[in-house]
């Protein structure tokens, strides 16, 4: 199918599945109730889980957001098109079934050409990550195909870029907070906003901002958890993943502190590992202050190993 026939069932209240840089997104158009609705019922997804809005362009962010604050402009022009998503006040116009009765909306536009070329035909989406809930959100569109079946409208692409889904901030109360920490990084947003940046990662025993926060995500059916140090790697019924430790084997994946390239492998790992049968994905820990993406990677293993 090409793009207009995926631009079509959008405009017929259909659901479609899209690239970004980050992971593919389940998109319907913001504006439509009945293809907003479809997403929640497709992806099994709680109805108290809000859903980005994916923008083409920051202009549109007028159309949705009730205010732009001078720190939502300063991040915009900074990072968009990019994996920002950005938390406002919301116009009363926009659909409580994208923001799960909140007052606030997330906006993103995302950086990839071939979402940005649809979104600027099909109108804004809103979209969650193409997954099946409780499932690794997808990188390739093989994944969502996986998820949904080989018959489900995917715009296909490359393997997203990032692999990790965006940062959230909250710019709707006095202080930006990051909801989720993604490949944009708390030192860059403090950097651009020449401000402190809180962040507000819930644990279950607190009441989540985000409310997306409070599901398990990320896990494939080996069970995920962290090696121990000094741990050998020598059990052929776990794959092990190997940051600065080096050993090789068929079982072995070894990223020589290239944590930007584990993320962006990380989800298509955890699903091969379920279909090559691992019972075991045994991960070697770092500091998630090693680079940008640290944070991000440290907080979706995280996620998986509890
Ligand atoms: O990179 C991404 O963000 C991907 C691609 C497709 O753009 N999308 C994505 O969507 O990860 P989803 O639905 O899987 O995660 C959205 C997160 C959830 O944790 C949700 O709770 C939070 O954003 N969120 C959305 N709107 C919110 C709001 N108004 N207030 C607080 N959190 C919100
Ligand atoms: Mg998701």
Redesign the pocket.
């Known amino acids: 199918m090409d793009l207009s026939s995926y631009i079509n069932i959008i405009k017929n209240s259909g659901v479609v599945a899209f690239p970004?840089e980050?992971?593919?997104?389940l998109g319907a158009s913001a504006w439509d109730a009945v293809a907003v609705k479809k997403i929640f019922e497709i992806k099994g997804r709680p109805p108290d889980?809000?859903?980005?809005v994916?923008i083409s362009s920051k202009e549109q962010a007028t159309d949705f957001a009730s205010y732009i604050p001078p720190s939502a402009q300063l991040l915009m022009d900074t990072f968009w098109p990019g994996?920002l998503?950005i938390?406002l006040p919301?116009k009363s116009k926009v659909l409580d079934l994208i923001?799960?009765g909140?007052a606030?909306?997330?906006l993103?536009m995302?950086d990839h050409p071939v979402a940005l070329s649809f979104i600027s035909q099909a109108g804004p989406l809103a979209?969650?990550?193409?997954n099946r809930s409780g499932r690794p959100?997808p990188t390739k569109a093989a994944h969502v195909k996986a998820d949904f079946g080989d018959d489900f409208p995917v715009v296909e692409s490359e393997a997203a870029r990032v692999g990790l889904?965006?940062t959230?901030v909250?710019l709707s109360g006095d202080v930006p907070v990051i909801?989720?920490p993604?490949s944009i990084s708390r030192r860059q947003l403090e950097q651009c906003l020449q401000t402190s940046v809180e962040e507000f990662y819930a644990d279950q025993n607190e009441k989540p901002?985000?409310?997306?926060?409070k599901y398990s995500h990320y896990k494939p059916e080996a069970r995920v958890r962290w090696l121990d140090d000094n741990e050998p790697t020598s059990d052929s019924s776990t794959l092990y993943v190997l940051v600065s430790r080096q050993a090789a084997g068929p079982n072995i994946l070894a990223y020589e502190n290239d944590l930007k390239r584990m993320a962006a492998e990380l989800y298509d790992r955890f699903r091969q590992a379920d279909i090559e049968g691992f019972k075991t994905v045994a991960i070697e820990s770092f500091s998630d202050k090693a680079d940008d993406i640290a944070a991000a990677l440290y907080n979706r293993i995280s996620k998986a190993v509890q």
Not at 22 to 25: I, L, N
Not at 209 to 213: I, T
Request: avoid cysteine.
């Open positions: 970004t980050t992971v593919y997104g889980n809000p859903l980005i994916h994996p998503s938390i919301k923001t799960a909140l606030t909306v997330a993103r995302p979209a969650p990550s193409a959100s889904e965006s959230v909250d909801l989720r993604g901002r985000s409310p997306g926060q």
